[in-house]
């Protein structure tokens, strides 16, 4: 809504009245603010999902190579004395060559099972050319697709060469021989890991890309030449999945300081912890750690792989620290492929990180393929070195006198970092950096509750934080996790698990797999779990049994029927949706389930649930219902009566107030529809056959209603008239753009209104088949087709024409499915539509002369219509071509499509976007229907099974997957609306203070007492005749309901902001009008004489308007030419609607629970004409066409509930007021123009005043004690509550002084002292109180 400038300007008021007020709105309820009325009912798009690993690998075999010829040193290295000579922590010289070689290589094998013992291991200790081959392609052989490490440590050999060689021995070891790297990857093949430790290592890496690429371009010649040599060979393995580990550039040597080991790199990737504290102790740091030497280190106590002891806490420090830094320097991809696919490499990989640190301080960079970004300066290094300070302090204590070591403070500090993270973040940021590390703390008892809690609010960021998760490699853990039987783990674990399905649900497969589902089930069956963890788990279950038939079997094994029953009651609203749904899956297409479920009488539990006060869990029992009855397994008598009494139960919700639940109707009613086909196509030929024969007279053939709303006979006015069957309501809901577009377009040239009488949609204008249907295909039966069969039906008893099969309980549900097929929800007609359409078709076509079928062309044909006598095929606007094959034949067969009385002004026919005609003989029916292309036939699409699969495709309300959105959005974050610091709350405290200034400034004016109330604020020509009128109680908006559109001014600016289609069919009007939310987001409510109701959004302020809801807020009204129509009443601190008119009750809606929750019988035989209701006082004042009012106490039963009486009047009561005060009266005023007041205590009215008699509008105004009379006489009088005249209005102000036409409708302010009135000549007018006052 747009500010009002004046009102921003305004003296602040006295805040005393204002906070109250203010207080008063902050309380009131809203209508109508749920999710399911502010969102599409659809699932979440599903993120593409890449954490899983495509391919693990094992390292399988090892080749480790060594080239040390112990005591000769190679020519072209010149070492230093002392120099660096450990190899494997062995010192060579201090035992014979060839003892020492063995050992080292020994050692090396011991080092390397540390990391990988599966493995197998084969040493070539100082190799020739030709055992390094044997070697490798025998290894190659037994590993086959895995992969094969070789290490090659050529530290007594010369340095690589730069044409790609490495050096190796001859047989006597008299010379050195070159080993070329081709050679080596065509032995070693892929995929390989390559470790060289030797001197300018860098080359070597170059070299076998050189060779890598040179071997593809080979191939690809050799693919082209089929004579080339390389064509019969076949084909080599890529070169792309090998990895490399060399230790230094092309152009460096190795370190050569005597304090470290002469395979330092080794080292580093084999024994990182060893190498990591001797690397720390050499620093200058280190001499504050007091009495830490080389020797003392040798000592700490501990197994690397147990974490309780010193050592093995380094250890798992070092992984978890090496692993974060990965994460979040790599990108994802390289991140999953080196350090998640095969635990040699990753491990190999974190432990080259360190090495990079050490080497690179000794001025050699270790090089990798793929290459890493540089990570030795990355700050978790910082955190190594603490630990490790840490670690070493206590050594002395722990070595000489025994104390008990004290473990690290590491992963605490780090889950402290993360949750710093997670509570003091903005929205958009990068990832923590601690999630990594998170992970490792899940493996530790100590801390795995904290870390569980903190992954548990990460995760619950959203779909974004979960994938996250999932990439750095959470699922296993959480999936381990479920063998735990620790019980203060479950509430963690089913939140985690439930923010894990809702955003891949894929994961289904991996619970059944690993018996997770047990897990859940247990946690569903436990009666001491908090509510909301039973419905994630039951949420997890339902993912599970999703689709999946194995996760249906083993939960239908673990019970999961009888647990679910069991909780059904529960007072948990969102418990019992997803009980309901998990249901509903569980025997989706599983008849096992569905005996199971007969057998506990599943079907009747869930009847309970059809009356749920919350419409989503309605919809979740009517969702698992029709899952019961749709199952496709062979049908027992006993199965068949079961359906007959689902079905009939489910028939009772046709009225619900909510359209998700008669959505999710329609839905289940289809599934019964796709089982019982053929009993289904003979109701629909008997009731099409039913509907020729009668001519129902639509109370639109005859005289419009009365001369309050007259024919439209003015052409020039802007009317958005293309909206012309009801179907086209969609042109107000989905094709959002079209108010604005067409507002000011002039569609009927032609002549008035009569262009646009609705044919039906098979003969509509453009627009209408641009809008018509959802995908502009062409139904058998129009809308208008099914209205009238709705209302024969009835009328006629079709009982005796079915016969008494089954009592016909398809006849039943065909009239439900008529009735759906007109519900004011265009989503629901729609589904409705294609349910009876699809039926309507399958018996056409299986009625139709054999002869047709057999000639293959009916894809060239419209179907039969059911409806058509004649013989011509309808064509508008020259003929599309007719498909040649038979079609001469064809013509005399196929009936044309449904055409009612064609008015002779249609206008001409012009083919929708994309030249695409309506009209079925262009487009086959066949193609859409059943969605393949034209060129196959009929037959194929005619057999019953691709049928059921187009009904069954089709039909689908996305309700499950909106529901499982829940999970996957912060549950934990607090709402917007209470967020003090957000837009939405700015906005509605913005408007509440506006609200607090009118009232206090209106109260100001009518405490003065209005003595005039004649001043034309307004006037202006209104597209429509006005019918109802009705203020905006706070801002400068009115709305102007004319027969079955909306037009919206703002009077103080004197513009029109907008103007709407309602969709009521042509025969209704629009009858009353309310604004709910006024104080707020403001929604418009209209009822029409049919008794439906719909609720409008986003009007007047830029937007398109959208509807938000809409039911049948009154069945069997039968629109007549002069009922009451349906009156209304709304009450928005009980967010109660009083709906009345032509009917025998007032029936009392509650719009939180979207159900109808009382019928008062007003015990009359007329109708009511005006309701009017106190909630203070809980009392319901209601006026009669038989002139009494009566007062109904709605606390009390139906039978005594009618507290009072009053039969004073003669005539119609055109107006009855409750005041809304404690002691307030009840004013009511009939058509003689008789004004009576009553105290709802005296049985006599204690005041009459007369005023002009032929009333057609009265209002009152609630604050000023005024009442507005307009009659047929053209003139409208103004009294004060003693019944003297103050304004007598006659002519038009400055409007050439035209007299007013008959007055229409008339409305006060209920604040300001304005009333508007609308005319029969189109004019909309508000006068006001005299300038000075306002």
């Known amino acids: 809504m747009k500010m009002d400038s004046d009102l921003l300007l305004s003296p602040a008021v006295g805040l005393g009245e204002e906070e109250e007020a203010d207080m008063n709105d902050w309380k009131l309820p809203l209508a109508f603010m749920k999710k399911r009325h502010s969102e599409k009912i659809e699932g979440s798009k599903a993120l593409a999902q890449s954490w899983r690993m495509k391919d693990r690998m094992k390292t399988v075999s090892v080749a480790l190579v060594l080239c040390l010829n112990v005591g000769v040193d190679p020519p072209d290295v010149v070492k230093t004395s002392p120099c660096a000579r450990l190899e494997c922590w062995i010192d060579p010289l201090s035992m014979s060559p060839q003892k020492a070689l063995e050992t080292i290589g020994a050692n090396l094998q011991k080092q390397y099972e540390n990391w990988q013992p599966r493995a197998r291991y084969k040493q070539s200790l100082d190799p020739t050319v030709d055992e390094v081959k044997k070697l490798c392609t025998s290894l190659r052989r037994n590993a086959k697709e895995e992969r094969v490490l070789f290490h090659y440590n050529g530290h007594g050999v010369p340095r690589p060469t730069v044409n790609g060689e490495i050096w190796v021995f001859n047989k006597n070891y008299t010379q050195y021989i070159p080993l070329s790297i081709y050679d080596l990857q065509t032995w070693m093949g892929s995929p390989s890991i390559f470790v060289y430790d030797c001197s300018n290592a860098g080359i070597i890496v170059k070299s076998f890309k050189q060779f890598a690429l040179q071997r593809e371009q080979e191939l690809e010649v050799a693919a082209i030449n089929s004579s080339h040599p390389l064509a019969q060979m076949p084909l080599p393995p890529s070169m792309k999945n090998c990895i490399q580990l060399a230790a230094c550039e092309a152009s460096e040597l190795l370190p050569m300081n005597p304090d470290l080991p002469a395979d330092l790199f080794t080292s580093c990737l084999t024994t990182p912890i060893k190498i990591a504290l001797r690397w720390f102790c050499m620093q200058k740091s280190a001499k504050l750690v007091p009495g830490v030497t080389l020797d003392l280190i040798e000592k700490i106590p501990g197994r690397l792989n147990d974490r309780r002891t010193p050592l093995g806490e380094l250890n798992w420090i070092f992984t978890a620290i090496t692993d974060t830094i990965a994460w979040n320097v790599l990108p994802r991809d390289l991140f999953q492929k080196l350090f998640r696919q095969d635990l040699l490499v990753a491990s190999l990989f974190r432990n080259f990180l360190l090495a990079e640190r050490i080497m690179r301080s000794y001025n050699c960079t270790p090089v990798s393929s793929p290459r890493l970004p540089p990570t030795y300066m990355h700050a978790m290094w910082q955190a190594w070195d603490l630990a490790v300070d840490i670690c070493l302090s206590q050594l002395p204590t722990i070595i000489e006198e025994g104390t008990a070591f004290r473990h690290s403070p590491f992963f605490a500090e780090q889950l402290t970092a993360f949750q710093v993270w997670l509570t003091m973040g903005v929205e958009n940021r990068n990832p923590p950096e601690q999630l990594p590390i998170v992970l490792q703390v899940l493996l530790s008892q100590v801390h795995r509750l904290r870390a569980l809690d903190l992954l548990g609010r990460f995760l619950d960021l959203g779909p974004w934080a979960v994938s996250l998760a999932l990439s750095v490699g959470i699922f296993p853990y959480v999936l381990k996790l479920l063998q735990s039987s620790a019980r203060e783990l479950r509430p963690l674990l089913v939140f985690i698990w439930a923010k894990i399905l809702a955003v891949d649900s894929s994961c289904q497969a991996d619970l059944v797999k690993d018996n997770g589902h047990k897990y859940f089930l247990s946690v569903l069956a436990d009666s001491y779990m908090p509510a909301e963890h039973r419905t994630m788990a039951v949420f997890i279950l339902a993912v599970i049994v999703n689709s999946y038939n194995t996760g249906q079997e083993a939960c239908l094994q673990g019970n999961l029927i009888a647990n679910c029953l069991e909780q059904l009651s529960d007072p948990h609203p969102l418990l019992r949706q997803w009980v309901a749904i998990c249901l509903g899956r569980i025997w989706q297409n599983f008849d096992p389930a569905r005996w199971c479920g007969v057998r506990d009488s599943a079907h009747e539990k869930l009847y309970t649930l059809l009356s749920d006060p919350i419409p989503e869990v309605r919809c979740a029992a009517v969702f698992a219902l029709g899952t019961f009855v749709g199952n496709s397994a062979e049908r027992t008598d006993h199965s068949t009566t079961i359906d007959h009494n689902v079905a009939m139960m489910l028939a009772q919700l046709i009225n619900d107030g909510s359209p998700v639940v008669r959505k999710e109707l329609v839905v289940a009613l289809s599934h019964l529809v796709v089982q019982y086909e053929s009993n289904f196509c003979t109701v629909a030929l008997q009731f099409i056959e039913e509907e020729k024969n009668y001519t129902v007279s639509s109370p639109a053939n005859s005289a419009e209603p009365g001369n309050l709303t007259p024919v439209r006979d003015s052409p020039a006015i802007p009317r958005l008239r293309s909206v012309n069957s009801y179907t086209n309501i969609r042109a107000a809901t989905t094709a959002r753009n079209l108010n604005k577009s067409l507002q000011n377009l002039n569609l009927n040239e032609e002549g008035g209104p009569a262009a646009f009488s609705p044919g039906n949609l098979s003969t509509s204008s453009s627009a209408s088949s641009t809008l018509g249907s959802p995908d502009n295909d062409e139904y058998i039966l129009s809308f208008e087709t099914i209205d009238k069969m709705r209302r024969v039906s009835s009328y006629s008893s079709l009982n005796s024409l079915i016969g008494v099969s089954f009592n016909s309980v398809y006849t039943q549900i065909w009239r439900v499915l008529l009735h759906l097929a007109a519900d004011p929800f265009p989503e629901v007609s729609d589904l409705a539509m294609k349910v009876l359409n699809s039926i309507a078709y399958k018996a056409t076509m299986n009625a139709r002369p054999q002869r047709i079928l057999d000639s293959g062309s009916l894809t060239q044909s419209a179907p039969a219509s059911p409806t058509s006598k004649g013989t011509h095929i309808h064509q508008a606007g020259g003929s599309p071509p007719m498909p040649s094959t038979s079609s001469s034949s064809l013509t005399n067969e196929v009936p044309k499509p449904p055409a009612r009385e064609q008015p002779a002004t249609r206008p001409p026919y012009t083919p929708t976007l994309g030249g695409q005609a309506p009209h079925s003989h262009q487009f086959p029916r066949t193609r859409k229907m059943f969605d393949k292309g034209p060129e196959q036939g009929a037959e194929d699409g005619d057999e019953p099974g691709g049928h059921r699969n187009y009904i069954s495709a089709t039909l689908q309300t996305g309700l499950c997957d909106w529901s499982a959105k829940y999970f996957a959005q912060p549950v934990m974050k607090i709402p917007e609306e209470h967020d003090v610091e957000s837009q939405v709350r700015m906005e509605r405290q913005w408007r509440f203070l506006r609200n607090t200034r009118v009232r206090k400034q209106s109260?100001?004016?009518?405490?003065?007492?209005?003595?005039?109330?004649?001043?034309?604020?307004?006037?202006?020509?209104?597209?429509?005749?006005?019918?109802?009128?009705?203020?905006?109680?706070?801002?400068?908006?009115?709305?102007?309901?004319?027969?079955?559109?909306?037009?919206?001014?703002?009077?103080?600016?004197?513009?029109?902001?907008?103007?709407?289609?309602?969709?009521?069919?042509?025969?209704?009007?629009?009858?009353?009008?309310?604004?709910?939310?006024?104080?707020?987001?403001?929604?418009?409510?209209?009822?029409?004489?049919?008794?439906?109701?719909?609720?409008?959004?986003?009007?007047?302020?830029?937007?398109?308007?959208?509807?938000?809801?809409?039911?049948?807020?009154?069945?069997?009204?039968?629109?007549?030419?002069?009922?009451?129509?349906?009156?209304?009443?709304?009450?928005?601190?009980?967010?109660?609607?009083?709906?009345?008119?032509?009917?025998?009750?007032?029936?009392?809606?509650?719009?939180?629970?979207?159900?109808?929750?009382?019928?008062?019988?007003?015990?009359?035989?007329?109708?009511?004409?005006?309701?009017s209701c106190d909630s203070q006082r809980s009392l319901i004042v209601a006026g009669l066409g038989d002139g009494s009012v009566r007062v109904f106490d709605r606390r009390m039963g139906p039978n005594e509930c009618r507290v009072m009486t009053y039969r004073e009047h003669g005539a119609w009561v055109v107006k009855a007021h409750i005041q809304k005060e404690t002691d307030g009266h009840i004013i009511s005023v009939s058509v003689n123009g008789d004004v009576r007041f009553f105290e709802p205590r005296t049985p006599d009215s204690i005041n009459v005043l007369q005023t002009v008699k032929g009333l057609t509008a009265l209002d009152i105004h609630p604050q000023a004690n005024l009442f507005a009379c307009g009659s047929m006489n053209q003139f409208i009088a103004v009294y004060n509550s003693n019944g003297d005249v103050i304004s007598n209005i006659k002519y038009y102000d400055g409007f050439m002084g035209q007299r007013i036409g008959a007055i229409s409708c008339l409305a006060f302010h209920p604040h300001w002292p304005h009333l508007a009135v609308g005319s029969n000549d189109y004019y909309m007018s508000i006068y006001s109180a005299e300038k000075r006052l306002r």
């Open 1003 to 1171: 109260r100001g004016i009518t405490q003065k007492g209005v003595s005039r109330l004649d001043d034309q604020i307004f006037i202006n020509r209104n597209p429509g005749v006005p019918s109802v009128v009705k203020f905006h109680p706070f801002n400068t908006c009115i709305a102007v309901a004319d027969k079955d559109s909306i037009c919206f001014w703002d009077w103080e600016k004197g513009e029109r902001l907008d103007y709407f289609y309602n969709g009521n069919p042509r025969y209704t009007r629009i009858t009353s009008m309310e604004y709910l939310n006024g104080h707020d987001c403001s929604l418009l409510l209209t009822a029409t004489d049919d008794g439906a109701l719909r609720i409008w959004k986003n009007f007047a302020d830029q937007k398109n308007p959208e509807m938000v809801t809409a039911w049948q807020g009154l069945s069997d009204m039968l629109p007549t030419t002069r009922g009451a129509g349906m009156v209304v009443d709304w009450e928005q601190e009980t967010g109660l609607l009083m709906t009345s008119g032509d009917v025998r009750v007032v029936r009392i809606w509650d719009i939180d629970r979207e159900m109808k929750v009382q019928d008062i019988p007003t015990g009359a035989d007329s109708c009511v004409t005006s309701l």
